[in-house]
């Protein structure tokens, strides 16, 4: 059973518990945290349970836990059935529509659609207006079709790593494989992948994909040639393989990178100057001679470029960059000396914001591991909305002692003290100042109201960066992958107020988010905004999805010097105004 499947078993239970009016908030939240948990994923939730690691996946709870045993040894759980028991199947399909709550699900099955392609049908024929159903939403809900469309089914990147490692370790295992790569998006390091795409460099092609087809998961051949195959893999998985002879290797690597449209403007690049390119090799256009291209680099040496690095291969100036040899020098992983977007499992009363699994202590431990100089912890405070303003003060004074104890008595990193806080519905923030001024440094994000007008996450926004007291803001656009569009904004302005203010994007490496988007901080740069790499950890091991983040930076042509958390530890307590 797919994460995707699981993680919508349990939406549908939150469902049911809010149509029939059972359970409380707090168990509702709890199904709908699991579930977007569970598609956060990189392992198959399946995997985990195989191996006996439930109780390390966050927000999955002792009696959760249970349920998810049932489900993967029976395929169906008792509860479950029983708390959905009376309503019509037709209802938890249209919650998968965007903008499609539980009321509205209702009233459409109430009308008599049976599906989604009978209510596109009864929209589109005006037969549910007709039947008294609101004009007003039914359009939105043919937009919300639309959209949903358009959404597809892409793997989030982390994942896709994973099941394309698997993979790899199967192909060179071969005596036949001299090399295998994973290619396509993967490579390129794109927030979201369509299917698996892998090379390998042999002198058997055909027993290779012979090979590739018999791989123990692959349910189905979809295509099969001589130098290449797409296979259909258990998990829903699409991968495709090319082989081709050492000699032109660096081609078909070349190649089957992309972008496709990096690939076509290559081929009139190299057209220009009498060569031409394909998967097989590169030629010279009047004789027809084969040039050898056991590289990928003596490819686009010989057409006289620097190497444009996969994650910029999208055709959006890379290619007259590297033939001027003016590409920049990326950030890289090993640049980043510390990560201060964590989340511990210290006491937290905040209804709208689960805390993380594990204690201070271990995040601490984890970040010494990582090789960093400085790790901060950012739990969610109690805000303005759920508690008093005293109360806040307390709590805060409270943790902040406690950090600087741990503080001072480890040695070889520096423990930051943090919060992550709201931007509230107005712009103002939902933690007083008279807490904040005992920090060492705030991130605010919009945690509310997120599909709000252009203008009001706009303003909301701006009056934030407005602040003394916000350093950075966390997860700028607030999209979640395959869930949640990013927020709407005046982009430009929001990018022109954080440099004048000398305020700090994030990038968040938290794999359904990715935000800052690469194409946003490639406009970001622009205007000279300054960005920090965070991975948002509710688990010590989500710590590792650090390179992630990166990805999106290196995606958005940023580097060393534009990412703060590059700085060493002096040079950050400066940027920051900390004691050192
Ligand atoms: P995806 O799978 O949708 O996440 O995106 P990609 O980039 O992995 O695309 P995919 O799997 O269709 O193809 C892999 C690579 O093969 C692609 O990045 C470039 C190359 N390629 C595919 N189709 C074409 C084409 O029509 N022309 C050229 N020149 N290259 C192509
Ligand atoms: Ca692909
Ligand atoms: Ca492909």
Redo the contacts with the bound molecule.
Sequence with gaps: MSNAKIAKILRNVAAAYTIKKIGNIFQIRAYENAASTIEGLTAEIGDLWQEGKLSEVPNIGAKLQEHLNELLSTGKVKHFKSVQKGIPPVVFDLLDIPGVGPKTAQDIARMGVTDLADLRKKIKTGELVSKGFSPKIAQKVMLGLQSLDQQGH?MLLPYAAAQADKVLSYLKKSPDVIQAHP????R?M?A????L?FSTSTRKSKSVVEYFCQMPGVVRIVDKGENKATVMLQNGVQA?ILAGEPESYGALLQ??????SH??HL?IVANEQGYSLSEYGVKKVRSEELIKTETEEELYHMLGMQIPPPELREDTGEIEAALKHQLPDLVNLRDIKGDIHLHSSYRIESPSHGPGVNPIEEIVKRAKELGYEYVGVSDHPPGFTSTSKEYTINWTKERTKFIQQLESRTKGIRVLNGLEIDILGDGSLSVPDEALAMLDYCIAGIHSGHRGAKEEITKRLLKALESPYVDIISHPTNRLINERESSEADWEKVFEVAAKNNKILEINAYPNRLDLRDDLVREALRFGVKFIINTDTHEVSQMSNMKFGVAVARRGWATKKDIVNTLDWTSFAKRFKIKE
Aim: no cysteine; net charge positive; proline share 0%.
């Design positions: 892409r290619l396509g998006s993967l390129r794109a979201t992948v369509g299917d795409d495709d190649h089957f990178t992309g972008s496709k690939n076509i081929r």
